[in-house]
């Protein structure tokens, strides 16, 4: 891209390029992509690695798994891991791996708790401006 448009490649596009890739039946090549582009890869550009495996042939699926578990651990390493620890989750469910799905949520539950102790729901409140009127 440099030599011929004088424009260097940014990480929005290592992530389109990746995402092709996927969508072409080539995520091996999207995965080398991604390993070998210089900086950390983003979340955007590791999203299009995660939710490669339902997309595959039945005979490739398990590739497809272990290369969304990779970018699973990638995003989870940027402090983004509830949504790749979600994504993953999906992918495992679209695969009819029902205990996986099973022991990721639960350990995403478990998570979220230790992170952020007991949750409580706060009761809702609605306010409009009718006669300046508030109602809870």
């Known amino acids: 891209m440099l030599p011929v448009y ?3 490649p940014q990480a929005e596009h290592y992530g389109c390029v990746a995402d ?7 995520a091996e090549e999207a995965a080398r992509l991604v ?14 690695l995660l939710l490669d495996a339902h997309a595959r042939a039945p005979e490739r ?10 970018a699973a ?4 390493e940027l402090g983004l891991g509830d949504g790749a620890a979600y994504g993953l989750s999906n992918v495992y469910a679209s695969l009819q791996r029902w205990n996986r799905v099973e022991e990721h949520r639960r350990g995403m539950s478990a998570a979220v708790r230790r992170a952020t102790g007991p949750r409580r729901k706060q009761p809702g409140r609605a306010c409009y401006d009718l006669a300046s009127s508030c109602a809870d």
């Open 6 to 8: 004088g424009v260097p």
């Open 20 to 26: 092709l890739l996927c969508r072409a039946g080539h």
């Open 35 to 48: 390993r070998t582009m210089p900086g950390r890869p983003s979340a955007k550009v590791l999203g299009s």
């Open 61 to 70: 699926r398990e590739d497809g798994v272990r290369l969304s578990e990779w």
């Open 73 to 76: 651990r990638r995003i989870s």
